[in-house]
């Protein structure tokens, strides 16, 4: 088993095992998908699956700026040439769908409002790309949110079920449910930022995972449990996510819940070298195997892919000792749009301007050219 054999992902088709990861690229001024997105997607599509940056379901659920949506007819039909055209090529490519509940901005929100979330706590140290005092876009502290009620929760719920609908109509093979990255789901399961009394609270493990299990639910019924992935971030800190005792127990019953969902993954982000900053990096590899074991023991045939930091050895020894199913590749993407025939024959790796990651035009974005020998 290598890299480059296909693989099938619930009823998708992968020409290989190379997942290109969700990034945030801030390329959309209307928050619409572009013929320039179109063509950065498609000149990266002999990558296994695609998983599309961070789309937002409503205008609620938007943090940043110049993110393609979909959550209108015209972002839907965006998307719509973007997946023609990755597909034209032979490639699959499922929409990551994004609600960063409090990492958002008033600048940003209908009418001015707080941003939602499980909490009023606001996250400290945080920013959102957001219009600063001067009206000019830029990185400012998030705003105070406000906790939604327990009715308001299954509108949001309800944003994600019709998100997921608005993505197969806009032709993508299937969504990533994102729950990572101290983002609104992730709200909810840290016990340490959900402070809520009602039945989504913190008082009991089932009810901080009721909400992440409703939207899969909510997804599943609506496009297929086989199209739907989720992303996990287990030891992240991001955006002010503390370290809890329970995470293990935690993320060993979300992946217990998604096997019995039976859907088509599970994405995990590796922040283990950031929780474990201090110690060495075999301590650290050490704590990731066991973390992947964990996962592929509750997953069962539901498949795991990996992002972080990805090598092709290191992603060829991980898949050999059956940790993972499938490696995410992200920043290398950036740089290298023929990043899977680099891999395949050696060929070396173009180093990305981290100055072009967001916003601006087409420099940075679609104008890498693919190896030269």
Not at 13 to 34: E, F, G, K, Q, Y
Not at 109 to 131: C, E, I, L, N, R
Not at 337 to 345: F, I, Q, S
């Amino acid at each position: 088993m290598t890299l480059f054999n296909e693989f099938k992902l619930g009823e998708t088709h992968l020409s290989n095992r190379i997942v290109m990861a969700p990034m945030t690229r801030s390329r959309a001024p209307d928050d619409i998908a572009t013929d320039q997105i179109a063509l950065h997607y498609t000149q990266r599509a002999t990558a296994g699956l695609i998983v599309s940056e961070g789309t937002p379901i409503s205008r609620e659920g938007q943090g940043y700026l110049f993110n393609p949506g979909i959550y209108t007819p015209e972002q839907i039909q965006g998307w719509k040439r973007v997946t023609d055209s990755v597909r034209s090529v032979g490639g699959r490519m499922f929409a990551q769908l994004w609600h960063v509940g409090r990492v958002s901005h008033t600048s940003i929100q209908t009418d001015g409002k707080a941003p939602v979330s499980a909490t009023s706590k606001a996250a400290q140290g945080a920013v959102a790309f957001a219009y600063g005092e001067n009206g000019e876009p830029g990185f400012v502290p998030t705003s105070v949110p406000r906790p939604l009620t327990t009715e308001e929760v299954a509108r949001v719920v309800e944003d994600f079920a019709q998100a997921a609908q608005n993505a197969v109509d806009a032709g993508f093979d299937g969504v990533e449910i994102h729950g990572a990255n101290g983002y609104l789901l992730e709200q909810f399961l840290n016990p340490l930022v959900n402070d809520r009394s009602d039945r989504y609270g913190a008082s009991t493990l089932q009810d901080r995972l009721r909400f992440v299990f409703e939207v899969v639910d909510a997804a599943c019924a609506s496009i297929g449990a086989d199209r739907v992935g989720i992303r996990i971030s287990p030891y992240g800190q991001l955006f002010d996510m503390p370290i809890y005792p329970q995470i293990d127990e935690t993320y060993a019953a979300l992946c217990a819940g998604m096997r019995q969902r039976g859907i088509a993954y599970v994405h995990v982000m590796d922040q283990t070298h950031f929780f474990m900053a201090g110690e060495s990096s075999a301590a650290q590899e050490q704590a990731l195997r066991a973390l992947l074991e964990q996962c592929k023991a509750e997953l069962g045939d539901t498949a795991l892919i990996l992002a972080g930091d990805m090598t092709r050895e290191r992603a060829e020894e991980l898949l050999e000792a059956n940790l993972i199913d499938l490696a995410a590749f992200g920043q290398p993407f950036i740089g290298n749009p023929d990043l899977v025939a680099r891999l395949k024959n050696g060929w070396p790796l173009t180093v990305p301007n981290r100055e072009t990651y967001y916003g601006g035009d087409g420099q940075g974005y679609i104008d890498y050219p693919p190896y030269r020998a």
